[in-house]
């Protein structure tokens, strides 16, 4: 018997090429013979959200020369794929003619960036969008003329957000009633929405997007609220890997990830899960899959509960079960003989660094209490010093904060396993590997949930750090 309602998301490499449409549309056709209904979420072509957040950026400067060049790549790269994929004499013609007007709106939209001499947050995911608006067309296309009924909507249409420009927050109340409203009739029909990934828009119906990466988080909403069975992320590796392949070729698929696990994976840099996808999919209960649209017969990744995972093959857990490092982040420290039990210095601290928008990844604290250490994204690096300096003025004068400063590019390299919140000695195998390979660690600190150790290095460590770290899973 068929199963009910899948969600499958398409990234960027997916749908980047003829070969790759080809192999998305086959495999849309596969799961028809799986599941009775279907929604489909697409991202932008590879290198498309790149490139218009670029122009509007060289716009922002006053810069427009390089936007005929930016728009003859676009129209290539999505004319080629048409002419390859949809024979079609007049559906070609049609999704041509929508694409195109897409890329005249970018020309558009960048002129007025350029004569106002800024793009605000607002305009900057009015360009963004264009990409997944885009796809979502040559995608539907190439879908029906594979002979699937099939239908392109944004999904502008049903996800609801706030006004939080470039990282905005979905309304779930709302949009899980626009998305049945809008999608079930369709189904019903046995058409397939293909939607776009990533984008959304506010009450008033301006466009927002959800964050770079977002269009997992795009198909996690869509397959909560629905609800679906099951939501399966088509990517350009066999799932989730004990680090990224990109880094240490040797990486292999875990067959299996708990939700903790892959939570703090996606958090500390693995970008082959954009992090607000979990959530979702946790509370809704349903299943999520991330596999290989380019090898679809690889089982991939499956997320099951906490605390169930095996290990690769049916072998027993291994403690560490994956390695993954974000760059560009710096460490800043305050620091002062003063502040030892003074009440109320983190949280002014923090108070101070939320000020300028800035999301803590790491923090560590000298049991002391004479110095406070945490990192943060390298470019919010300066806001944030000055946003400190400002706030403990006084204590600066007084002397009782001695400096206030922060370090060059550092990483943070994470380690992530279930099985570590019962070993003993994992901190220490982790720091004789680094020790061994040369590598010096600034600074350290232990998930709350004890699935993961993250370590700060040297921006320069940071591949040799992954490199050791991963021979100790290999090898284990
Ligand atoms: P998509 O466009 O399909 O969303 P992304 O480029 O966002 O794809 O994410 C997939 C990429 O994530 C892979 O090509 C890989 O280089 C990278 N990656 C980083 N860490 C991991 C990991 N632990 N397992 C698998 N892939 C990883
Ligand atoms: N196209 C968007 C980006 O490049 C969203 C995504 O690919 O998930 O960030
Ligand atoms: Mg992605």
């Not at 005249?104 to 001499?117: E, F, P, R, T, Y």
């Not at 905005?168 to 293909?194: S, Y």
């Not at 964050?211 to 397959?223: E, F, K, N, P, V």
Request: contains cysteine; hydrophobic residues 45%.
């Amino acid at each position: 018997m068929k199963q009910q309602t899948l969600v499958m998301k398409f990234g960027g490499t997916s749908v980047g090429s003829v070969d790759a449409l080809k192999q998305a549309t086959q495999i849309i056709r596969d799961a028809r013979d799986e599941f009775a209904r279907m929604v489909v979420v697409t991202s932008a072509m590879s290198g498309v959200t790149d490139l218009l957040l670029k122009s509007a950026s060289l716009a922002a400067q006053g810069k427009v020369d390089s936007l005929p060049q930016a728009e003859s790549t676009l129209r290539e790269k999505h004319f080629s794929a048409i002419d390859a994929l949809v024979h079609d004499q007049q559906r070609c013609a049609e999704v041509k003619a929508e694409i195109n007007a897409l890329i005249l709106s970018l020309v558009d939209l960048c002129k007025a960036i350029a004569v106002l001499g800024e793009a605000s947050h607002r305009a900057m995911d009015a360009v963004a969008s264009l990409g997944e608006r885009m796809s979502i067309r040559l995608l539907a296309a190439a879908v029906q003329e594979a002979g699937i009924k099939a239908k392109a909507i944004e999904a502008t249409e049903f996800i609801v957000t706030n006004a939080h420009y470039q990282n905005a927050h979905p309304d779930f109340r709302v949009t899980t009633e626009k998305t049945r409203a809008v999608l079930n009739p369709l189904m019903d029909e046995g058409i397939v929405p293909i939607t776009t990934g990533f984008i959304g828009a506010t009450p008033e119906g301006v466009t927002t997007t959800l964050g770079r990466g977002g269009s997992d988080y795009s198909a996690a909403i869509i397959g909560s609220v629905l609800p679906a069975e099951d939501v399966w992320i088509w990517t350009d590796v066999d799932g989730v890997m004990t680090t990224d392949p990109r880094i240490a070729p040797e990486a292999q698929t875990l067959p299996e990830i708990s939700y903790g696990e892959i939570a703090e994976l996606a958090y500390y840099g693995a970008k082959v899960l954009h992090p607000k996808t979990i959530r979702p999919v946790v509370e809704a209960g349903i299943g999520l899959r991330i596999c290989n649209t380019f090898n679809p017969s690889h089982p991939g990744t499956r997320l099951i509960a906490n605390g169930h995972a095996n290990g690769h093959n049916g072998e027993p857990e291994k403690i560490i079960k994956a390695v993954t490092a974000i760059r560009k982040q710096r460490l800043v420290t305050i620091e002062g003989r003063g502040m030892l039990g003074v009440p109320g210095v983190a949280a002014r601290a923090f108070g101070a660094v939320a000020s300028t928008g800035t999301s803590v990844p790491l923090i560590t604290q000298a049991s002391s209490e004479q110095s406070i250490c945490f990192a943060v994204p390298a470019e919010a690096g300066p806001f944030v010093l000055s946003a400190l300096e400002k706030a403990f003025v006084h204590e600066i004068e007084d002397e009782d904060i001695d400096r206030v400063w922060s370090t060059s590019d550092v990483s943070i390299v994470t380690v992530v396993g279930a099985g570590m919140r019962h070993t003993v000695g994992v901190a220490g195998r982790v720091f004789s590997q680094l020790g061994n390979s040369g590598v010096n660690v600034l600074a350290i600190a232990q998930g709350s949930s004890e699935v993961s150790i993250s370590l700060v290095v040297d921006n320069a460590d940071t591949e040799n750090a992954v490199k050791a770290l991963h021979r100790l899973i290999i090898a284990d």
